[in-house]
Protein backbone atom coordinates (compact mmCIF):
# COMPACT_ATOMS: atom_id res chain seq x y z
CA UNK A 1 0.00 0.00 0.00
CA UNK A 2 1.24 3.18 -1.06
CA UNK A 3 2.23 6.01 1.94
CA UNK A 4 0.05 8.72 0.39
CA UNK A 5 -2.60 8.22 -2.21
CA UNK A 6 -4.21 10.93 -4.55
CA UNK A 7 -6.85 11.24 -6.99
CA UNK A 8 -5.17 12.16 -9.95
CA UNK A 9 -7.95 14.03 -11.53
CA UNK A 10 -8.15 16.13 -13.58
CA UNK A 11 -10.49 18.14 -11.98
CA UNK A 12 -12.27 20.49 -14.58
CA UNK A 13 -13.67 23.87 -13.16
CA UNK A 14 -14.83 26.94 -13.81
CA UNK A 15 -13.22 30.19 -12.83
CA UNK A 16 -14.75 31.35 -9.88
CA UNK A 17 -15.89 27.44 -8.72
CA UNK A 18 -14.74 26.01 -5.40
CA UNK A 19 -12.75 23.11 -5.40
CA UNK A 20 -11.60 20.15 -3.03
CA UNK A 21 -8.61 17.56 -3.11
CA UNK A 22 -8.47 14.66 -0.34
CA UNK A 23 -5.28 13.05 0.40
CA UNK A 24 -5.08 10.17 2.26
CA UNK A 25 -1.81 8.51 4.05
CA UNK A 26 -1.09 5.15 5.67
CA UNK A 27 0.73 5.22 8.49
CA UNK A 28 -1.39 6.40 11.60
CA UNK A 29 2.51 7.70 13.24
CA UNK A 30 2.77 10.56 10.61
CA UNK A 31 3.99 13.86 12.14
CA UNK A 32 3.66 17.05 9.34
CA UNK A 33 1.81 17.76 6.46
CA UNK A 34 2.04 19.88 3.15
CA UNK A 35 0.70 20.55 0.27
CA UNK A 36 2.77 21.69 -2.82
CA UNK A 37 1.97 22.78 -6.13
CA UNK A 38 3.97 22.12 -9.13
CA UNK A 39 3.45 23.74 -12.63
CA UNK A 40 3.69 21.60 -15.72
CA UNK A 41 7.91 20.94 -16.26
CA UNK A 42 8.64 22.80 -12.84
CA UNK A 43 9.64 22.18 -9.73
CA UNK A 44 6.94 21.74 -6.90
CA UNK A 45 6.56 24.57 -4.49
CA UNK A 46 5.33 24.73 -0.85
CA UNK A 47 2.04 25.96 -1.35
CA UNK A 48 0.67 25.60 2.77
CA UNK A 49 1.47 23.59 6.11
CA UNK A 50 -1.12 21.47 7.54
CA UNK A 51 -2.01 21.88 11.16
CA UNK A 52 -4.02 20.16 13.45
CA UNK A 53 -6.66 22.63 13.87
CA UNK A 54 -7.28 23.84 9.85
CA UNK A 55 -5.73 26.92 8.67
CA UNK A 56 -6.76 29.28 5.89
CA UNK A 57 -4.27 30.98 3.71
CA UNK A 58 -6.20 33.64 1.45
CA UNK A 59 -8.27 31.58 -0.67
CA UNK A 60 -6.71 28.29 0.18
CA UNK A 61 -7.83 25.99 3.32
CA UNK A 62 -6.31 22.93 4.40
CA UNK A 63 -7.92 20.51 6.69
CA UNK A 64 -6.24 17.74 8.65
CA UNK A 65 -8.32 14.85 9.62
CA UNK A 66 -6.69 12.07 12.39
CA UNK A 67 -9.20 9.89 12.92
CA UNK A 68 -9.76 9.45 9.13
CA UNK A 69 -6.24 10.19 8.23
CA UNK A 70 -6.68 12.22 5.29
CA UNK A 71 -5.95 15.64 4.59
CA UNK A 72 -7.92 18.19 2.43
CA UNK A 73 -6.86 21.45 0.53
CA UNK A 74 -10.31 23.40 -0.35
CA UNK A 75 -9.50 26.30 -3.04
CA UNK A 76 -12.40 29.20 -2.97
CA UNK A 77 -13.02 31.46 -6.03
CA UNK A 78 -10.60 29.24 -8.13
CA UNK A 79 -8.09 31.56 -10.57
CA UNK A 80 -7.03 30.40 -14.18
CA UNK A 81 -3.71 31.08 -12.87
CA UNK A 82 -4.76 28.00 -10.21
CA UNK A 83 -4.06 25.28 -12.95
CA UNK A 84 -1.56 23.14 -11.40
CA UNK A 85 -0.93 19.57 -10.25
CA UNK A 86 -0.95 19.81 -6.17
CA UNK A 87 1.14 17.68 -4.36
CA UNK A 88 0.18 16.59 -0.86
CA UNK A 89 2.98 15.19 1.27
CA UNK A 90 3.25 13.61 4.84
CA UNK A 91 6.28 13.30 7.33
CA UNK A 92 6.31 9.71 9.09
CA UNK A 93 8.05 8.93 12.02
CA UNK A 94 11.51 9.24 10.60
CA UNK A 95 11.34 13.31 10.28
CA UNK A 96 13.78 13.07 7.51
CA UNK A 97 11.74 11.44 4.79
CA UNK A 98 9.04 12.84 3.07
CA UNK A 99 6.46 10.94 0.52
CA UNK A 100 5.06 12.55 -1.94
CA UNK A 101 1.52 11.48 -3.54
CA UNK A 102 1.70 11.76 -7.12
CA UNK A 103 -0.72 14.75 -7.27
CA UNK A 104 -3.72 15.43 -8.65
CA UNK A 105 -4.30 17.66 -11.71
CA UNK A 106 -6.41 20.81 -11.43
CA UNK A 107 -7.37 22.51 -14.40
CA UNK A 108 -9.13 25.93 -14.16
CA UNK A 109 -11.40 27.12 -17.33
CA UNK A 110 -12.24 30.60 -18.65
CA UNK B 1 17.94 33.74 3.18
CA UNK B 2 18.25 30.48 1.49
CA UNK B 3 19.04 29.45 -1.67
CA UNK B 4 19.67 26.18 -4.08
CA UNK B 5 21.13 25.54 -7.28
CA UNK B 6 21.02 23.05 -9.50
CA UNK B 7 22.56 22.35 -13.15
CA UNK B 8 22.60 21.50 -15.65
CA UNK B 9 18.70 22.41 -16.29
CA UNK B 10 18.55 19.91 -19.58
CA UNK B 11 20.96 17.39 -20.03
CA UNK B 12 20.90 14.82 -23.39
CA UNK B 13 22.97 12.18 -22.62
CA UNK B 14 23.65 8.06 -25.00
CA UNK B 15 22.99 5.14 -23.17
CA UNK B 16 26.06 3.58 -21.29
CA UNK B 17 27.41 6.82 -20.80
CA UNK B 18 28.01 8.44 -17.35
CA UNK B 19 26.57 10.94 -15.23
CA UNK B 20 27.03 13.99 -13.21
CA UNK B 21 24.24 16.03 -11.28
CA UNK B 22 25.16 18.35 -8.92
CA UNK B 23 23.31 20.38 -5.89
CA UNK B 24 24.58 23.27 -3.98
CA UNK B 25 22.79 24.98 -1.05
CA UNK B 26 23.58 28.54 0.48
CA UNK B 27 22.16 30.53 3.43
CA UNK B 28 22.53 27.67 5.80
CA UNK B 29 24.42 24.75 7.71
CA UNK B 30 24.13 21.43 7.72
CA UNK B 31 20.97 20.89 5.98
CA UNK B 32 19.05 17.71 5.07
CA UNK B 33 19.49 17.29 1.28
CA UNK B 34 17.47 14.82 -1.08
CA UNK B 35 17.52 13.38 -4.80
CA UNK B 36 14.08 12.48 -6.44
CA UNK B 37 13.48 11.38 -9.76
CA UNK B 38 9.73 12.27 -11.45
CA UNK B 39 8.95 10.46 -14.48
CA UNK B 40 6.91 12.04 -17.14
CA UNK B 41 3.46 12.33 -15.53
CA UNK B 42 4.46 10.44 -12.34
CA UNK B 43 4.73 11.48 -8.79
CA UNK B 44 8.01 12.39 -7.17
CA UNK B 45 10.39 9.10 -6.32
CA UNK B 46 13.13 9.72 -3.46
CA UNK B 47 15.96 8.28 -4.60
CA UNK B 48 18.68 9.48 -2.03
CA UNK B 49 18.92 11.65 0.83
CA UNK B 50 21.70 12.87 3.23
CA UNK B 51 21.77 14.13 6.85
CA UNK B 52 24.86 15.12 7.01
CA UNK B 53 28.49 14.95 5.04
CA UNK B 54 29.52 11.73 3.64
CA UNK B 55 25.93 10.23 5.46
CA UNK B 56 24.04 8.79 2.16
CA UNK B 57 20.84 6.98 2.62
CA UNK B 58 19.91 4.74 -0.38
CA UNK B 59 16.07 4.35 -0.88
CA UNK B 60 16.18 2.85 -4.20
CA UNK B 61 18.22 -0.07 -5.40
CA UNK B 62 19.64 1.23 -8.93
CA UNK B 63 22.38 1.92 -10.98
CA UNK B 64 22.70 5.51 -9.35
CA UNK B 65 24.99 6.67 -6.63
CA UNK B 66 25.13 9.93 -4.81
CA UNK B 67 27.81 11.49 -2.84
CA UNK B 68 27.94 14.40 -0.11
CA UNK B 69 31.37 15.82 0.02
CA UNK B 70 30.71 19.29 1.81
CA UNK B 71 28.45 20.12 3.84
CA UNK B 72 26.57 21.80 1.34
CA UNK B 73 27.11 19.83 -1.57
CA UNK B 74 25.12 16.84 -2.94
CA UNK B 75 25.82 15.07 -6.34
CA UNK B 76 24.22 12.41 -8.05
CA UNK B 77 25.71 9.69 -10.47
CA UNK B 78 25.87 7.57 -12.27
CA UNK B 79 28.71 5.07 -14.15
CA UNK B 80 26.50 3.89 -17.19
CA UNK B 81 22.97 5.22 -18.06
CA UNK B 82 20.19 3.35 -18.93
CA UNK B 83 17.04 4.16 -21.06
CA UNK B 84 15.45 3.82 -17.80
CA UNK B 85 16.99 7.07 -16.03
CA UNK B 86 15.61 9.26 -18.10
CA UNK B 87 13.42 11.99 -16.32
CA UNK B 88 13.10 15.36 -14.27
CA UNK B 89 15.86 15.41 -11.58
CA UNK B 90 14.58 17.23 -8.41
CA UNK B 91 17.31 18.51 -5.05
CA UNK B 92 16.25 19.54 -2.20
CA UNK B 93 17.42 20.45 1.01
CA UNK B 94 15.25 20.67 4.27
CA UNK B 95 15.89 20.34 8.06
CA UNK B 96 14.02 17.40 9.48
CA UNK B 97 10.25 17.91 10.13
CA UNK B 98 10.20 20.41 8.15
CA UNK B 99 9.35 21.39 4.28
CA UNK B 100 11.37 20.95 1.68
CA UNK B 101 12.65 23.36 -0.92
CA UNK B 102 13.90 22.42 -4.49
CA UNK B 103 16.07 23.44 -7.07
CA UNK B 104 15.05 24.08 -10.69
CA UNK B 105 15.68 20.53 -11.92
CA UNK B 106 17.37 18.86 -14.42
CA UNK B 107 15.48 17.17 -16.97
CA UNK B 108 17.74 14.16 -18.33
CA UNK B 109 16.92 12.76 -21.75
CA UNK B 110 18.82 9.25 -22.48
CA UNK B 111 18.68 8.32 -26.35
Known amino acids: RKEVEQDPGPFNVPEGATVAFNCTYS??????FFWYRQDCRKEPKLLMS???SGNEDGRFTAQLNRASQYISLLIRDSKLSDSATYLC???????????FGSGTKLNVKP | SQTIHQWPATLVQPVGSPLSLECTVE??????LYWYRQAAGRGLQLLFY??????ISSEVPQNLSASRPQDRQFILSSKKLLLSDSGFYLC??????????FGDGTRLSIL
Open chain 2, 92 to 101: AWGDANQPQH
Open chain 1, 27 to 32: NSASQS
Open chain 1, 50 to 52: VYS
Open chain 1, 89 to 99: VVIGHNFNKFY
Open chain 2, 27 to 32: GTSNPN
Open chain 2, 50 to 55: SVGIGQ
